[in-house]
C-alpha cells in the first residue's frame, strides 16, 4: 500500500486523463472544500460543467480561488486534468507567487479504463479521441513533468490508486507546538567568552569537556534558547561557540536559525568559490585549528539550520533578518532570502553594505518576530518585532529576549573584536507616530483580550477617521477613549427616571456582592497622559517635543488649544503626582488617569450659553406672560382649564431648569478654576491598572493627590446584600443630588468578566432637566419607555475595547495596535444611540 | 401644511407655551372677533402636528380687544425612532426653545388658524378688513438672528412702529451678554391680513430656521403670503433667502454627533458667510468650506445685495489658485494627479477638461465632501472614457497610505493649515516620504496679507490651526526638502502687495 506524502500546506496538482479518477481520488482524500475541479469552476461561470468554451473563464476563476487560500495559508488540491506542461506551470507557478510547495499525483490509468468511465456519464458526450489525446499528453509529460517545479510527483498505477493514502508532513520551519519559555540571542559571531557570560546570567547550566570547553547547557527551568543565526566570523573562538550551540541542539535544549555567514561559510567550506571577506577569513582560519571530524560535524550542522522557526502557536517567529507576516511558515527561494538577508533593495549604501528596506516599520503581523543581522546600538521594539543583534563583536553588547516576559538582557563585549564597516545607527528611524490607513480603514474586527472580537462598521470607521485626522490629539498620546455608560433600568418610582435602587438590583443579578458608588462630578470626561519627564515621554510615547502629557476628551481632543495652556496644565497634574510620591510608589514614570474636568463650563460654554441659557432665557421671557395671559381670560369666565395651572408649573420647571445647568458654571481663566477630578488609573508602567485593581485600590491612591487643582471624587462602598448599606447609599445619592449634584455612577467594587456592565450612572432628578427637558417630570411615564439595549450593548464593547487598548498600551505592544483599539471606541461612538441616555 | 420629519408628535402631553398676542383699539375693539373668526367668548382648540394650537381673548372690551394665540409643543414627544433615518441626532432635538419661542411652528400654526382672516376675508365686516385698524402685536420671545435691529428692519417699511428689546441670556452670568431673543411689540395702523401675512414670513425669516425641510412649494407660498408688499420691501433679497433657507444637501448625523457640541459646531465649521456674498447660492449647494477671504473679496466686489458695482468685479481669489496649480501641473507635466483634500472636486472636475491628465484622483477625509463631489462631477452621468480617469476615496493625511503613491503630481491646496502644527510631520511623511509623487504643489495663507483684509479678526477661517507668513512656509517647506529630498520654488497666488506680498503663497516642490 502507498503512502503519499504531502506537505501539510501545499497545494497538490492532480494529474490524469478525463475519466482517471480524479474527482474519486479527491472525494476520498480529502475535504470537499478543499478540492477546486475545473468542471465546478466552468459550472461556476457557464452553469454547465462540460462547457468547453467557458473554460478559460473557468480556469481564471480556478486560479483566484486557489490563489487566495495558498494566501490565507489553506492545503489546497486541484482537480483538473493537468496533462499538458501550461496548464501546471501556471500552478506551480501560483503556489510559488504564494510561497508554498507543490505536490504533483499522477493517476495513470490505461485509455480503455477512462474510456469506459466516460461512456457511462452521459453528461460527457465527448469522443474517445479526446481521452486519446489527453494520454498522449500525458505520455509526453511523465518524462519530463520532474523538471515542472514539483516539490514531489506522485504516480500512481493501478491499483494503487485505491490502496494509497495521504500523509501529511509538517514543514521543517513549523515548531509550534514549542511554547517556551525561550531565551532569544542575538549575533554571536564568535564572542564565546560574552556568550558563556550571557548564558549563566539568564541561568543556564554549562557543561564543559575534559579539556573545560563548554558543550553544552541545561536551564534549571526547562528554558529553551534560540539563536538568530550569525554564530560564527569575524570574532575570537567561533569553533568554541559552534561546539556550545551544537551541543545545545542536539540535547534539545536549544534550537538555532541559520545566518548568512553560516551560509557563505558552508559553502567556503565546500570549496565554493566565496570572498573571504567580513570576517569570514577569521572562521576558516579558527577552524583549520580544529580536527577534521568538528569540521565536518560543523559544516553539516550548519549546512542543516533552516531559514525560520515558528514557535508557541504562531505567535513567536525566529529569522535571522526577520521576516514579514506573508513568509511566515511559507517555504521559498525567497523566503529564505529575506530571512538570510532581510529586504534588500538590491542599492549599497556610502559604506558599500546592502541598503534594506526597513520591513518591520510597515509590519503589521500578530506573531512577534525576533531577529538579528543588522547590528543597532540598542534592542528596540518595531511593531511587534525587535532586533537583538547589538553588535557584541564590534565591540557593543550581547544581547537576550526573554519571551514570553519581553524582557532584554545583555552583557557587555569584553572588547572590540572586529571593527565595524560603518557605525552601528537604529535600523529604524523613529517614525512621528506614523500609522497606515490600513489599520483603521473598512470594516474591521478588533480581538480583545477574552477572545472575543467586536466589529467595527466602515461606514463609523469613515465618520471616526474624519474626526481622528482633523481634531484628535497625536495618536501617540491618545492611548484611550473613555466608553460610554449606560443608565439603569428605568425606575418605576414616583417622579424619577433613575434611581439606586435598579442599579444595586442590576448587579445582585450579575453576582456581584459589593459596589461603589462614586460621585458623577458634572463637567466635561477627561483623560490625563503624564509623563514624569520629557525623557519618560519620549521613551514611553515616542514624543521628543519636550512636552510631558495631554488631557482630552471623550472625542480625543485637546482641552485646550493653547499650547501653553495645556502644558500649564499638564505641569500642576505632574507636580501632583510627584508631590503624592506615586511615581515611585508605583514604580512607573508615566501614568494614565480617567477624570472628569470641571467645570463644565470649561469646555462647554458654548453649548451651554447656545443651547441651555437660551431655552432658560426664552421660558423665562415667554411663560409669564402666558400666565397672565391665561389668568386674564379665567378672570373673564373664559374656560382654559386646567392650563393656568399647567403654565405656572412650567415656570417652575424653568427655574429649574436654569438652576441646574447654572450650578455647573463658573468662570475661569486660562487655568485658573479649573479642577481635575480622576477616578481611577487606567495604566501605568507594565500594567493596565483599570482592568487589574479594585476600585478601593484607584481611590485610594489618587486619594493621594492632595494638589488644589485636583478635587477628590466621593465615593461610598456597598455590600449589596446589606439592606442598610443600600439604604445608606440610597441616601447619600439622594443628599448628593438634591444639593444639585448630577448624580452617581455605581460599579462593581472588583473587576469582574463577562457581560456586566463596568458601571452604570444613577442620574439626579434636576439634573435630568439639562437631559430631558425643563418639563420632563411632566411626562415621566412617556419616557418610562426609552430604549436602553443599544447603549448597554454599547458600554459593553466599548469598554472591552478601552480595557483592550490599555492592555497594548501597557504590554509595550506597537502604535497600531493601541490605535486601532482606540480609533475602533471613536467608530462606536458615532453608532446613533438615543443621547440622552 | 409642511412635511413633518424627525420629530414625531403626541397629541397628549403638551409642554410650554408660545405666546402672540394681537390687539386692537379700533372700536368697537370686539370686532377682532369677526376679523379673525374667532368669537371673543370661547376657547378654541385647533390641533397641530406638532402640538396644539389655542386661540382664547385675555380682554374683550369696545375699547380693547386681545386675541391670544397660544401653542404648546412638546419637546419630549418630539422622540426620533431609533432608526438612522432622522435628519438631526443631537441633545438639542430634545432640549430645545421650541415650546418657548416663536418660531416657524407658531407661523405654521397662525397660518392654519386664521386662513380666512388671512386671506382678507370677512363677511361681516367687509370694510374693516379691507383697510389698516389699529393693531398692537406682543411677542415675548422671538428668536430674531440679526439682532433688535434685523427686527426693526424688516418691520417698519411695512408701516409698523416697533418696539423689540433684546433678552439677556442669563441674570446670573451677564457676562454671556443677549441671548438670540427679543421681546417684540408691533404697533401701527395695519390692515389685519397683512400683519398676519407679514408675520407668517417674517417670524421664520428672523429665526433663520425651519421646523420641517423647505420644499419646492415653499416658493409659491412666500409669493402668496408676500403679495402686495414683499416685492417693494428694501430687505426682500435677505428675506427671500432666509424664508426659503439655506439648504444643507447633505446632513451627516455621525459627523454632527461626534462633534460633541452638536449641529452648533458643524456651524462652526460652515464657512461664516456673509448673506449677500455672492457665492452664497454655491455655497448653500455644496456646503463647501470657501474661506472667508473669497467671501469678503467677494462682498467688496458686490456691495450689496442686489447692485453690483459698476466697476468690473475681481475674480475670486479661490479662481486664482486653481488656475494657478493647473498651471503649474501643465508647466511640469503631470499624466496622474492626486489632489489630497480636493473637497467638493472644484480642482479634479477642473483637471478632468485636460485630456493629457490619464488620472486624477481626489482624496478627502470627509466622507460627506467626497459625496459632494461625487455630485458636483455627476459621476453617475459621467462618460465612462472620462469617468475611467477619475478616482474618489477617502484618505487622510496622517496616515499612510499606498494608494496616494505613483503619481507624477500631489495637490496640496489649502490644506496644511487645517493639520495640527504637532501632525505636520506625519504630513510630511505621508506625502513627501511614502507617496513621494514627482511634483508636490502646496499653496496656504500667507498670513502678512491679512492686514489688507478690513474686517478680518484671527485668521480667514475658524478651523485653520495656524497662518503662516512667507518666511514660516518657506521654514516648513525647507525643512521637507531637506529631509526627503526634495526642491522647492515660490510662488504667488493673486494680487502682489508689496509689502505684504500675495494673499495666498504657493510653493512647487520637486523631487532629487
Known amino acids: ?837 | 401644511m409642511p412635511e413633518y420629519s424627525g420629530w414625531l408628535i403626541a397629541d397628549r402631553e403638551k409642554s410650554g407655551s408660545v405666546l402672540l398676542t394681537i390687539s386692537t383699539t379700533t372700536r368697537p375693539a370686539t370686532d377682532l372677533g369677526f376679523l379673525l373668526h374667532k368669537h371673543p367668548d370661547r376657547v378654541q382648540e385647533f390641533g397641530q402636528s406638532f402640538g396644539m394650537a389655542r386661540v382664547f381673548y385675555p380682554e374683550a372690551t369696545a375699547g380693547r380687544c386681545t386675541a391670544a394665540l397660544m401653542l404648546e409643543v412638546d419637546p419630549i414627544r418630539l422622540v426620533r425612532s431609533r432608526g438612522k433615518a432622522s435628519p438631526d441626532f443631537s441633545l438639542s432635538q430634545y432640549v430645545n426653545d421650541r415650546p418657548y419661542a416663536a418660531s416657524s411652528m407658531l407661523a405654521v400654526a397662525l397660518a392654519d388658524v386664521f386662513r380666512t382672516a388671512r386671506a382678507g376675508h370677512c363677511k361681516a365686516r367687509p370694510e374693516l378688513a379691507a383697510g389698516p385698524i389699529e393693531l398692537e402685536v406682543t411677542v415675548p420671545a422671538l428668536p430674531c438672528r440679526g439682532g433688535p435691529e434685523l427686527a426693526h428692519q424688516l418691520f417698519e417699511p411695512l408701516g409698523w412702529q416697533v418696539e423689540a428689546r433684546a433678552l439677556p441670556l442669563d441674570d446670573g452670568f451677564l457676562e454671556w451678554g443677549d441671548s438670540r431673543y427679543v421681546r417684540l411689540v408691533l404697533r401701527g395702523p395695519v390692515r389685519l391680513a397683512d400683519a398676519l401675512n407679514h408675520l407668517y414670513v417674517m417670524l421664520p425669516v428672523l429665526d433663520d430656521a425651519k421646523h420641517y425641510w423647505i420644499a419646492s412649494d415653499e416658493v409659491d407660498k412666500l409669493i402668496r403670503a408676500g403679495q402686495g408688499w414683499l416685492a417693494s420691501h428694501p430687505e426682500r433679497g435677505r428675506i427671500t433667502r432666509r424664508y426659503l433657507g439655506r439648504r444643507r444637501s447633505l446632513t451627516n448625523t455621525a459627523f454632527a454627533r461626534l462633534a460633541e457640541l452638536g449641529d452648533d459646531v458643524e456651524e462652526d465649521l460652515e464657512p461664516p458667510v456673509e448673506e449677500e456674498a455672492t457665492e452664497t447660492a454655491e455655497v448653500a449647494e455644496t456646503g463647501e468650506a470657501v474661506e472667508a477671504r473669497e467671501t469678503l473679496e467677494a462682498t467688496d466686489a458686490t456691495d450689496g445685495a442686489e447692485e453690483p458695482r459698476a466697476q468690473e468685479p475681481r475674480t475670486p481669489l479661490n479662481l486664482l489658485r486653481r488656475e494657478a496649480v493647473v498651471a503649474v501641473l501643465a508647466e511640469v507635466g503631470a499624466r496622474t494627479v492626486v489632489d489630497l483634500g480636493c473637497g467638493s472636486g472644484q480642482l479634479v472636475g477642473e483637471l478632468l477638461k485636460n485630456p493629457e491628465i490619464g488620472k486624477v484622483t481626489g482624496v478627502d477625509v470627509s466622507a460627506r465632501a467626497l459625496a459632494m463631489a461625487a455630485r458636483r462631477l455627476k459621476l453617475d452621468r459621467m462618460p465612462e472614457a472620462r469617468r475611467a480617469r477619475l478616482h474618489l476615496f477617502q484618505g487622510a493625511l496622517t496616515y499612510t497610505d499606498e494608494r496616494f503613491a505613483g503619481y507624477d503630481a500631489a495637490v496640496l491646496m489649502e490644506v496644511v493649515e487645517h493639520v495640527d502644527p504637532p501632525r505636520l510631520a506625519a504630513l510630511g511623511r505621508v506625502v513627501f516620504g511614502t507617496a513621494r509623487p514627482r511634483v508636490v504643489v502646496v499653496t496656504t495663507p500667507n498670513s502678512e496679507y491679512n492686514v489688507r483684509y478690513e474686517f478680518l479678526t484671527g485668521m480667514r477661517h475658524p478651523d485653520h490651526r495656524f497662518e503662516w507668513t512667507r518666511a514660516e512656509f518657506a521654514a516648513w517647506a525647507e525643512g521637507v526638502c531637506q529631509e526627503y529630498g526634495y526642491h522647492a520654488t515660490y510662488r504667488p497666488v493673486g494680487d502682489e502687495d508689496p509689502e505684504v506680498g500675495p494673499p495666498t503663497q504657493m510653493g512647487v516642490f520637486s523631487r532629487g
Not at chain 1, 486523463?17 to 468542471?39: E, N
Not at chain 1, 465618520?463 to 492611548?479: G, H, N, T
Not at chain 1, 519636550?546 to 499638564?570: K, N, Q, S, Y
Open chain 1, 1 to 837: 500500500m502507498a503512502e503519499i506524502s504531502v506537505p501539510a500546506m501545499s497545494l497538490v496538482v492532480l494529474v490524469g486523463v478525463s475519466g482517471s479518477g480524479k474527482s474519486t481520488f479527491a472525494r476520498k482524500h480529502f475535504k470537499p472544500t478543499q478540492v477546486i475541479s475545473s468542471d465546478f469552476c466552468r459550472g461556476l461561470v457557464s452553469d454547465d460543467e462540460n462547457d468547453q468554451e467557458s473554460t478559460p473563464d473557468a480556469f481564471d476563476v480556478l486560479h483566484y480561488i486557489v490563489g487566495t487560500r495558498l494566501r490565507r495559508g489553506l492545503l489546497t488540491v486541484v482537480d483538473a486534468t493537468n496533462v499538458q506542461w501550461e496548464a501546471r506551470g501556471k500552478l506551480v507557478e501560483l503556489a510559488r507567487s504564494h510561497d508554498v510547495l507543490v505536490d504533483a499525483i499522477v493517476l495513470d490509468v490505461p485509455e480503455e479504463v477512462a474510456v469506459a468511465r466516460n461512456a457511462l456519464r452521459p453528461d460527457r458526450d465527448f469522443g474517445a479521441h479526446v481521452i486519446t489525446r489527453q494520454r498522449k499528453d500525458l505520455r509526453r509529460s511523465l518524462s519530463k513533468i520532474s523538471r515542472d517545479g514539483f516539490r514531489r510527483v506522485h504516480v500512481l498505477r493501478g491499483g494503487d490508486i485505491d490502496e494509497a493514502t495521504i500523509g501529511y508532513e509538517k514543514a521543517w520551519t513549523d515548531r509550534r507546538e514549542l511554547t517556551g519559555p525561550f531565551d532569544i540571542i542575538g549575533d554571536v559571531h564568535g564572542c564565546r567568552a560574552e556568550l558563556e557570560t550571557l548564558l549563566t546570567g539568564l541561568g543556564w547550566e554549562l557543561r564543559h569537556d575534559d579539556t573545560g570547553r563548554p558543550v553544552g547547557a541545561e536551564h534549571p527551568e526547562g528554558r529553551t534558547a534560540i539563536f538568530v543565526g550569525d554564530l560564527v566570523d569575524r570574532g575570537p573562538d567561533s569553533p568554541g561557540v559552534l561546539r556550545l550551540v551544537m551541543g545545545m541542539v542536539a540535547e534539545g535544549t536549544a534550537l538555532c536559525v541559520s545566518g548568512n555567514h553560516e551560509q557563505k561559510l558552508v559553502r567556503a567550506l565546500n570549496g565554493r568559490k566565496v570572498q573571504i571577506t567580513h570576517g569570514l577569513e577569521r572562521s576558516l582560519e579558527q577552524l583549520a585549528g580544529e580536527p577534521e571530524e568538528f569540521r565536518e560535524a560543523a559544516r553539516a550542522f550548519m549546512d542543516g539550520l533552516i531559514s525560520h522557526y515558528q514557535l508557541d502557536g504562531g505567535k513567536l517567529v525566529v529569522a535571522h533578518a526577520g521576516l514579514k507576516e506573508a513568509y511566515h511558515g511559507r517555504a521559498s527561494g525567497r523566503v529564505r532570502s529575506f530571512a538570510l538577508y532581510g529586504d534588500t533593495t538590491g542599492e549599497t549604501d556610502e559604506y558599500g553594505l546592502p541598503v534594506r528596506y526597513p520591513w518591520a516599520k510597515d509590519y503589521r503581523g500578530l506573531a512577534m518576530v525576533v531577529y538579528g543581522h543588522t547590528p543597532i546600538p540598542e534592542a528596540e521594539w518595531v511593531n511587534n518585532t525587535i532586533c537583538v543583534d547589538t553588535g557584541c563583536v564590534f565591540g557593543g553588547k550581547l544581547t537576550a529576549l526573554r519571551y514570553p516576559a519581553r524582557e532584554v538582557v545583555s552583557v557587555p563585549a569584553e572588547r572590540v573584536w572586529y571593527e565595524p564597516t560603518r557605525p552601528l545607527a537604529p535600523v529604524v528611524v523613529r517614525d512621528p507616530g506614523l500609522l497606515d490607513i490600513g489599520d483603521v480603514q473598512g470594516t474591521r474586527y478588533v480581538e480583545i483580550r477574552d477572545g472575543g472580537k467586536v466589529k467595527i462598521r466602515e461606514e463609523n470607521a469613515a465618520a471616526a477617521l474624519e474626526i481622528m485626522s482633523r481634531f484628535a490629539v497625536d495618536p501617540r498620546w491618545l492611548v484611550y477613549l473613555p466608553p460610554t455608560m449606560a443608565p439603569p433600568e428605568t425606575s418605576r418610582l414616583d417622579g424619577y427616571l433613575e434611581h439606586p435602587a435598579e442599579a444595586f438590583e442590576e448587579f445582585v443579578r450579575a453576582g456581584v456582592t459589593e459596589v461603589v458608588c462614586e460621585e458623577k462630578h458634572m463637567g466635561s470626561r477627561a483623560v490625563a497622559v503624564l509623563a514624569r519627564t520629557p525623557e519618560a515621554a519620549a521613551a514611553r510615547f515616542g514624543i521628543a517635543d519636550g512636552t510631558c502629557g495631554i488631557v482630552h476628551t471623550r472625542t480625543g481632543r485637546p482641552f485646550f488649544d493653547d499650547p501653553a495652556l495645556m502644558g500649564e496644565l499638564v505641569a500642576r497634574l505632574r507636580g501632583a503626582v510627584t508631590d503624592a510620591g506615586l511615581w515611585e510608589d508605583l514604580g512607573t514614570d508615566w501614568l494614565v488617569l480617567d477624570a472628569e474636568l470641571l467645570p463644565w463650563s470649561a469646555k462647554a460654554g458654548g453649548l451651554i450659553r447656545e443651547q441651555y441659557a437660551a431655552v432658560g432665557a426664552a421660558a423665562r421671557a415667554a411663560l409669564p406672560e402666558a400666565v397672565a395671559v391665561l389668568e386674564a381670560a379665567a378672570g373673564r369666565g373664559l374656560d382654559v382649564g386646567d392650563l393656568v395651572d399647567r403654565t405656572r408649573r412650567r415656570f417652575a420647571n424653568a427655574a429649574r431648569f436654569r438652576d441646574a445647568y447654572a450650578r455647573y458654571c463658573w468662570p475661569v481663566s486660562g487655568i485658573a478654576g479649573v479642577r481635575l477630578a480622576p477616578f481611577q488609573i487606567l495604566a501605568m508602567e507594565g500594567r493596565a491598572a483599570a482592568g487589574e485593581e479594585p476600585h478601593s485600590w484607584h481611590l485610594s491612591t489618587l486619594a493621594r493627590l492632595t494638589s488644589d487643582i485636583i478635587t477628590p471624587t466621593r465615593h461610598i462602598f456597598v455590600s449589596l446584600a446589606s439592606e442598610e448599606s443600600r439604604a445608606a447609599a440610597t441616601e447619600w445619592w439622594t443628599a448628593l443630588t438634591e444639593a444639585g449634584g448630577e448624580g452617581m455612577v455605581v460599579k462593581p467594587a472588583h473587576p469582574v468578566a463577562g457581560r456586566v456592565q463596568p458601571g452604570v450612572k444613577v442620574r439626579g432628578r434636576e439634573y435630568l432637566r439639562i437631559i430631558y427637558g425643563p418639563d420632563y417630570t411632566e411626562s415621566l411615564d412617556a419616557l418610562r419607555g426609552r430604549f436602553l439595549g443599544r447603549k448597554r450593548s454599547l458600554a459593553l464593547r466599548e469598554h472591552a475595547l478601552g480595557l483592550e487598548s490599555l492592555a497594548r498600551l501597557a504590554g509595550g505592544e506597537p502604535l497600531w495596535r493601541v490605535h486601532e483599539a482606540v480609533f475602533a471606541v471613536l467608530a462606536l461612538e458615532s453608532e446613533p444611540v438615543d443621547p440622552r441616555l
